[in-house]
């Protein structure tokens, strides 16, 4: 089992570091994107600590995306200013090195819940419930169980995060069949709520409201 831990360079912006606009910007998407993939990872991997994987990966996230919008809000001005040649390849030999982590953070949640599911999380943490819901659904037809049961807590996030809750306690009862670890639809709502109030204290953290408008 993978958590999504990775070494990186770049200060945590949790911390303060990469302050630029694009930087925060890029932070604060990326830190939610890490915080619900590694919290429905948790859940559908049997790791069972949401919080705290959803915590560790929220930093993960805003420090890929923090490095990535400091380098393009650098690479903007660098070309407004006709910076010297060497200035600009740091910057862009930097805005490689984090595509390449960018693209190790993805590689590593589609290996674990999918890329339907990574899809889902992705438009969730930019508030498109209806897409979210859509590849969430997609991923019910996969052949890997871990990639469908991802799909129906995802499904459920989605509509609890809406505050559509007769819609997930719908899917509850299903929770409790297609996971094994969860035994009854009251387990399966405890762990759905866990998974939207991990999202929810992400967004806080980086200044957002808890819920989308």
Not at 40 to 67: P, Q
Not at 93 to 118: F, M, V, Y
Not at 168 to 180: E, F, V
Request: with cysteine; charged share 25%; aromatic share 4%.
């Amino acid at each position: 089992m993978k958590h999504l831990i990775l070494t990186l360079a770049c200060l945590s912006p949790l911390l303060g570091s990469c302050q630029s606009e694009g930087a925060k910007e890029g932070a604060t998407q990326g830190a939610l994107y890490g915080a619900l993939g590694a919290a429905v990872s948790s859940v559908v991997w049997g790791r069972n600590d949401v919080l705290g994987d959803a915590a560790r990966g929220a930093v993960v996230g805003a420090t890929v995306g923090g490095v990535h919008g400091a380098v393009n809000d650098s690479n903007r001005s660098k070309s407004e200013a006709q910076a010297e040649q060497q200035a600009q390849l740091s910057a862009e030999n930097k805005e490689l090195a984090q595509r390449n982590r960018q693209l190790e953070l993805e590689s590593q949640l589609i290996e674990e819940i999918g890329p339907d599911n990574t899809e889902a999380v992705r438009a969730l943490v930019r508030c498109e419930h209806r897409d979210a819901v859509l590849a969430a659904r997609r991923a019910g037809d996969s052949d890997n169980e871990h990639f469908r049961v991802a799909g129906l807590y995802l499904e459920a996030v989605t509509a609890y995060d809406r505050r559509d809750l007769s819609t997930a306690r719908m899917l509850y009862p299903r929770l409790a069949t297609a996971d094994s670890e969860t035994a009854t639809a009251d387990d399966a709502e405890v762990i759905v709520v866990n998974l939207v109030t991990a999202l929810e204290e992400t967004r806080e953290q980086f200044g957002l409201a808890r819920r989308c408008d």
